[in-house]
């Protein structure tokens, strides 16, 4: 079992930024962020593995960055420019990814946070 606990959500307005924080009981190859709005099906936002294998939404890439510190077994997200759009509950993942592709797939995943809300006001 891995544990996941995301932390650092809040609310800010358009053209600010957050950074949000998972903290994983233990080393897994991929993790990622996904983000869920009510009445909608929850979204890939940027996903990475311990190969370095980094990919993005179109919709965020440029203003989102994903990292990882080993170390600390933490998963981080850096929002800049954010915008209403981006409100969201924000949810971390861990599992194995085999394809770089797949990293923003839900179903790839197969432990999850309880979520962090990020609130984007214009």
């Known amino acids: 079992q891995v544990q996941l606990v995301e932390s650092g959500g809040g609310s800010v307005q358009s053209g600010g930024s957050l950074r949000l924080t998972c903290v994983s009981s233990r080393v897994t190859y991929s993790m990622a962020w996904f983000r869920q709005v009510p009445g909608k099906e929850r979204e890939g936002v940027a996903g990475?593995?311990?190969?370095?294998?980094?990919r993005y939404n179109d919709l965020v890439r440029g203003r989102f960055t994903i990292s990882h510190d080993t170390a600390k077994n933490t998963l981080y997200l850096q929002m800049n420019g954010l915008k209403a759009e981006d409100t969201a509950m924000y949810y971390c993942?861990?599992?194995?990814?085999?394809?770089?592709?797949?990293?923003?797939?839900?179903?790839?995943?197969?432990?999850w946070g309880q979520g962090t809300q990020v609130t984007v006001s214009s």
């Open positions: 990475l593995d311990t190969d370095g294998r980094k």
């Open positions: 993942a861990a599992g194995r990814v085999d394809m770089e592709w797949l990293l923003l797939e839900e179903t790839e995943y197969t432990y």
